[in-house]
């Protein structure tokens, strides 16, 4: 665990409490709530990002093997570029806005604050452990909060990155990494938190969500599942083949927003699985283990888990199916002629392994993805507007995105979030910081003689026949 610093600039290790009483003393001491204390913070995290850039790659590398593109990409420039719109419209998001009103108020001041919430706990996963703690980090920074940051400590060199670098740039007293597992977790959940942000599986998820009942503390739980691909036969294969395979073979397939399963019918099938094979050669050559550009599973569990999916369902592998624990390498893989019951379908795959459970037509795959948890993300691949209509009406999910994977992920003025068990809350952009916000209504009187006898009917004596109905 880490918090705070020594007069000789060494970290000083807090304990739980401690590092929470902390945030709270500097919360309530309002040092986090004027805008230009949260720009410093935020220009200093900016400078990090600048200055730590070798060190950010290096450490996803150590943690995933991730390559320098994906990181970049997917991290690094994904924070400074969420940074820099920030930066840009904070002085607008934190001005109060003055909602309409009626003529009952024309003579009063009608108001909504942008409050801080005060307190906030945010608790990263291992798959983007750089991207999925920091950005939410900085969304509570911008809204003057005070912030406990827990890194996931699967991805241990990004984690030990966090703690050693947050306390160079930022407020010690207010922004404080608390480092560890579950155990320490545990801990920090019994605390009194004003804001809970947390990323990770459905199951710690309701861990979660049931220490934040204790205190009555607003959460966001941005969760997983499997999300589903239906592909029909009205489009470019080719294209389609490349844009599946690229959403679930970045980091491995261990990201929240991959395809996990495909629905097509059996035509469009063998065609991906023909497309998929080129794609494949084409990114990674004959031997996707010798590519700089493939990911490697986070750890021997996770690998574990992987593997069972592979030997059960070995019959049906399609592509790929090779692995090799040593190297936590599984191959890109595809398992055709998948059936609902099969093992690969039990539950979120996050790896590189693609089923696709054949569907006869759009109908079949609205019903069978309807009979399971609302997805985070549904992709349909349809050249036809009425299909396009079908899904979107007919399906429930935290995103849809046609004919793409992941780019929706990147338009920041989308909120993203889950719905049912992938999620409650939505963030990216600036609904960050109004998640991290308490939109407090305000209403201001005067004592004109005017408003006073506009709003006079409130007073008893009361007389019905006042009253127009
Ligand atoms: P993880 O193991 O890193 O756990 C997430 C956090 O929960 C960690 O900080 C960990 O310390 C803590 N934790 C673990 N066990 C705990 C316990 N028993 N009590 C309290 N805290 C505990 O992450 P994970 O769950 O393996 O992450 C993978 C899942 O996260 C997948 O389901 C994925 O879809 C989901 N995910 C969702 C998003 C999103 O944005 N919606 C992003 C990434 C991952």
Not at 28 to 42: F, M
Not at 95 to 119: A, C, E, L, Q, W
Not at 199 to 226: C, D, S, W
Request: aromatic share 10%; with cysteine; proline share 5%.
């Amino acid at each position: 665990m880490t918090a705070g610093t020594l007069s000789n600039g060494k970290q000083k290790p807090l304990g739980v409490a401690e590092a929470v009483q902390k945030a709270r003393d500097t919360f309530n001491s309002g040092r986090t709530r004027p805008v230009e204390w949260r720009k410093e913070q935020l220009r200093n995290l900016f400078r990090m990002y600048e200055e730590n850039r070798n060190a950010m790659i290096d450490a996803l590398h150590k943690d995933l093997r991730r390559s320098k593109m994906e990181a970049t990409l997917l991290e690094v420039e994904y924070l400074i570029n969420d940074l820099k719109d920030t930066l840009h419209n904070l002085d607008e998001w934190v001005k109060p806005t003055r909602p309409s009103k009626g003529f009952i108020n024309i003579m009063d001041d009608v108001v909504i604050h942008n409050d801080p919430f005060g307190v906030a706990l945010v608790i990263g996963a291992w798959n983007y452990p750089l991207q999925l703690l920091l950005l939410p980090m900085a969304g509570a920074i911008a809204a003057g909060n005070a912030v406990i940051v827990k890194p996931s400590e699967l991805s241990v060199a990004c984690a030990t990155f966090v703690a050693e670098t947050l306390p160079k740039y930022l407020d010690n007293d207010a922004v404080i990494v608390v480092e560890g597992g579950p155990e320490e977790t545990t801990e920090l959940l019994k605390q009194k938190f004003d804001y809970i942000f947390y990323t990770g599986g459905t199951n710690v998820g309701r861990i979660v969500y049931q220490a934040a009942t204790k205190h009555l503390t607003p959460v966001t739980l941005e969760l997983g599942g499997k999300s589903p691909v239906y592909i029909d036969n009205t489009v470019d294969i080719n294209i389609t083949a490349k844009r599946v395979l690229w959403g679930k073979y970045i980091n491995a397939g261990q990201t929240c927003i991959a395809p996990d399963y495909v629905l097509c019918n059996k035509e469009t099938q063998e065609k991906f699985l023909e497309a998929a094979k080129k794609v494949l050669k084409e990114w990674y050559g004959e031997d996707a283990q010798k590519s700089p550009d493939f990911c490697r599973i986070v750890n021997s569990r996770h690998f574990g888990r992987l593997q069972a999916i592979l030997d059960t369902d070995k019959s049906k592998v399609a592509i790929g199916g090779k692995y090799d624990l040593q190297d936590k390498y599984i191959e890109p893989t595809i398992i055709a002629n998948v059936k609902p019951g099969d093992k690969v379908m039990e539950d979120e795959i996050f790896g590189p392994i693609l089923p696709i459970v054949p569907v006869e037509n759009a109908y079949e795959a609205i019903k069978f993805i309807n009979e399971r948890e609302h997805p985070l993300v549904l992709y349909v691949f349809s050249n036809q507007k009425n299909i396009q209509n079908l899904f979107t009406e007919q399906t429930r999910s935290g995103s849809i995105c046609f004919n793409d994977t992941i780019m929706f992920y990147g338009v920041d003025t989308l909120p993203f979030g889950g719905v049912g068990n992938s999620g409650i809350g939505a963030y990216h952009g600036k609904a960050t910081f109004d998640t991290f916000t308490h939109k407090k209504s305000c209403l201001v009187k005067n004592f004109s003689p005017i408003g006073e006898k506009l709003a006079s009917g409130r007073y008893p004596p009361y007389s019905d026949g006042n009253l127009s109905f």
